[in-house]
């Protein structure tokens, strides 16, 4: 049977790197024809409150909210080992001096800001689209910056300070974990057949750029916001690997536990047991 899937993820490079044999036909697909659609992170996140969507990119902190309609898929994951988000400043701060100041967010379903909450609970924060941070910072809007996508690799060449990393505080709170950012997720109501069917085919588009890298970076290049090609290889690397084929057990055990703190740090209102997709 003849089916039609969207498929939509924000328009990063590591987003663009998973799902280019997809978008260019280089995996079979059969039957399923796939719609792709981009958004930035947060907006996906809350149109998948709606349900809108068949297939989402969407924030691992924002699955919380989601888990009664939506399914994790086990591929497609986003998770920093040792790294992630980070904060930045104008000045040279300490994590010390965050308390009181005012700093700018992507979004308050974002891991970035579950992360943050972790990290440092009585911060101030604001919402800014997540590639006007940086700039807001420089001009003087917000005393701090979270960073997410390209930017935590080019905060530097702006001459803004590293406050923070918190994929690096998040390894040595948890003993190695890594931290998950970003997962893909599939509506509930497909049904076990198709969901098994559209998770292989996006499980090969996976497999296939990391098989293809140069042509896949080549097409991730496009959506770098002004890295090189030395860099959105650099990029890409970070976020899509063999942790994005499969989390593991650790990546499945930081995901759970992750959602968990959120929950007793008050930040997430109810606990949430992650259910995945069966390959």
């Known amino acids: 049977m003849a ?3 969207r498929v939509a993820h924000s328009p990063d490079s590591d987003d663009a790197f998973m799902f280019w044999a997809l978008a260019r036909n280089k995996v079979d697909s059969g039957d ?14 809350r149109r998948a409150l709606t349900g809108d969507l068949e297939v989402t990119a ?27 988000p980070r904060l930045v400043a104008r000045t040279p701060l300490t994590p010390g001096d965050l308390s009181g100041l005012d700093i700018a967010i992507p979004g308050t379903m974002t891991s970035a800001y579950l ?4 990290f440092k609970p009585d ?41 923070a990393d918190l994929g690096e505080w998040w390894s040595i709170e948890t003993g190695g974990l890594p931290l998950p950012l970003g997962g893909n997720v599939i509506r509930r109501d497909l049904g076990s057949d198709v969901i098994r069917r559209v998770s292989r085919v996006l499980r090969e588009s996976i497999a296939y750029g990391l098989a293809n890298r140069p042509a896949a970076v080549s097409h991730a290049l ?17 976020y899509v690997n063999q942790r994005t084929l499969d989390y593991g057990n650790a990546g499945r055990r930081a995901v759970q536990l992750f959602l968990d703190r959120g929950y007793h740090a008050g930040v997430i209102p109810q606990r949430v047991n992650v259910e995945w997709v069966d390959d």
């Not at 969407?58 to 920093?80: E, T």
């Not at 807001?136 to 910056?145: L, N």
């Not at 496009?222 to 970070?238: A, H, I, N, S, W």
């Open 123 to 163: 911060v101030q924060t604001h919402v800014v689209p997540f590639d006007e941070i940086i700039p807001h910072v420089k001009d003087g809007k917000a005393d701090v910056g979270l960073i997410i996508h390209e930017g935590q690799l080019t905060y530097a060449d702006e001459g803004l300070h590293l406050v």
């Open 32 to 45: 399923i024809t796939f719609i792709h659609e981009l958004q930035d992170i947060e907006t996906l996140n």
């Open 3 to 5: 089916i039609t899937i």
């Open 222 to 238: 496009e959506y770098g916001r002004g890295l090189d090609v030395e860099k959105t290889d650099e990029f890409v690397g970070m």
């Open 58 to 84: 969407v924030s691992i902190h924002a699955y919380a909210y989601l888990a009664d309609r939506y399914a994790l898929l086990p591929h497609g994951a986003s998770m920093g080992e040792g790294y992630g």
């Open 115 to 118: 992360a943050l909450k972790l």
